[in-house]
Nanobody, 125 residues
């Protein structure tokens, strides 16, 4: 199983980026998929998640109203549209899949089974 994340880069404060995560090796439609991020010197934290088969979503308070997670079942992919970015959003972003079907991946130590390789997002002020 592989999760391939892409779309990171350098953007000015107030700008937007769209991250993509392509999954292969199994069908993820019944599994929750999500995004986490890890800033330098900080622990990995939950950002957003979606249960692919139902489009139910969950967001961290820090990104509500600015980030949107979506999915394309046909492409076995999940996306993160990030708007109104600020320097506090600077981090390596990881996509992840849940251990169990119909569950959100929300805790990096408890309920994540697979990780993507990470993509760096840098927001300049």
């Amino acid at each position: 199983v592989q999760l391939q994340a892409s779309g990171g880069g350098l953007v000015q404060a107030g700008g937007s980026l769209r991250l993509s995560c392509a999954a292969s090796g199994r069908t993820f439609s019944s599994y929750g998929m999500g995004w986490f991020r890890q800033a330098p010197g900080k622990e990995r934290e939950f950002v957003a998640a979606i249960i692919l088969s139902s489009s139910t979503t969950l967001y961290a308070d820090s990104v509500k109203g600015r980030f949107t997670i979506s999915r394309d079942n046909a492409k076995n992919s999940v996306y993160l549209q990030m708007n109104s970015l600020n320097p506090g959003d600077t981090a390596v972003y990881y996509c992840a899949s849940a251990k169990r079907p119909y569950n959100f991946p929300t805790d990096p130590k408890l309920n994540v089974e697979y990780w993507g390789q990470g993509t760096l997002v840098t927001v300049s002020s």
